[in-house]
């Protein structure tokens, strides 16, 4: 990976405009970029979703296959979620094996939806300890201005509420995926010891630490995930617990549109 | 409460009278023992069991960073690499990094980026080494506190050591430090890390389900477990080097009373010594 350039100039300009409570772009420090969900946007998955997060783009596709249980869940479905930070969505992305910022992505983007229980996978069994339906989650950066996390979580999101389980496959017929919970990630990112929500990549780059929460649609916390190499005290953890569940909220009734 | 259901109905994660399935109440850690400087090739070393967890952690370094164009010219990249061992776990392990163990190694080396005086070593590498020997939840607590007295007896300046320990949710009650069965079948886990000095919070991570209410009572009790964990680091380093100090003061004492010794003469005809390599 090479070293990002960022000018100094940039990065003051970042901070001094933090530090008087503006952003580069205009926004508020908790208003998130303006989401846009497309869904069923590839037809030969089994769900799909467009999102675009301001100028970051992020294609999810949901694949739905017939596959084994693990052992020691034997009557459930199984999630699986990968994710690919190509090349062309970033001067900085490279070729070739997920890195460890890709492994991260994948695995913050799963934990989130797993650990709210956002899909019903024992309605997913077809013959306990034999046959199960897999869900692979595939997130696919197009292109990156910053807060991969976020996009891709609603990508993720909005691909599996308008997935169909192909079970004509077996000689049954399709059903909708079955959602109970709406997980919404929203991740804070410390300038200057200010907190600011959904970094755009200008942000991301001079950001000390960065912290997603992911709430659940009754404010519970799901999944958290501190990044970057600064620190957070426990009151701006608190903070971004609160912004998460108050933003959430809006981005929630985007995603869960048809 | 959905996920109650998937306990096996025998298993009561937590009793009436509030004591855990291993004796433990809701805030006593498993036991817990530190040493430092167990390995005689890496630079500093620690050994830590934490209940039935055992973990090795290594450092070396500040050394050349390879491949070199990771190098940064200003600073010292630290890096770290969580590794289990296939037998660590009921069911082997593969060997080698899994996506797991990729976004733990991650998460430590960030965690440590901040405290490690890295300004001080540009274009080199802190190299920090884990091996989890035996697992029963809270691995990467256990080897983050391993590291962490590791990288003072490589002598490796920082501000502060880290401290870490993870708090989450059994049969409805917030607890501390989760052992395996309780990981397994609990509501949720949530591992920190602190700087104990300053309050920093260098790794967070959580996963289940928990009110923000329940959160703040399981940060409390990992904060204040972090200060009896901080202790242990400290007294695992004194330990070790008590001795050395203890073997360097003898050196002292006996050095005035040979300097009261009239010089000793070198005869003249002995040949010059060489070293044996």
Redesign the interface.
Known sequence: MTAEVISELMREHIARLAASGKRTDGRRFDEPRPLVVQKNYIKNAEGSARVQLGNTDVLVGVKIDVGEPYPDTPNQGVLSTSAELIPMASPNFEAGPPSPTAIELARVVDRGIRESKTVNVEKLCITPKEKVWIMFIDIHALDYDGNLFDAASYGALSALSCARVPASKIGKEDYPLPLEHWPISVTSAKIGGNMVVDPNLDEERIAEARLTVTTDENGDIRAMQKGLKGSFNLDEVRGAIRTSQKVGRGLRGIVQRD | M?DIEHIPKELKLIDAKGIRLDGRRFDELRPIRIEAGVLKKADGSAYLEWGNNKVLAAVYGPREAHPR??Q?PAKALVQCRYNMAPFSVTERKRPGPD??S??I???IS?AF??VVFVEQFPRTSVDIFIEVLQADAGTRCAGLTAASVALADAGIPMRDLVASCASGKIGGVVALDLNKDEDNFGEAD?PMAI?PRS??????????????DE??KA?DLS?NATKQIYELQRDALRRRYASVAEAAEQEAMREPARSEEPPREMPPDLPPEVDDL
């Open positions: 959905e164009h990771l940064d996506r797991r990729v976004e190694s991650k998460v960030e980026a901040s949530c700087v309050g920093e919070i260098v790794l967070l991570q959580m996963d289940g389900h928990l009110t923000a959160f703040d940060m904060i």
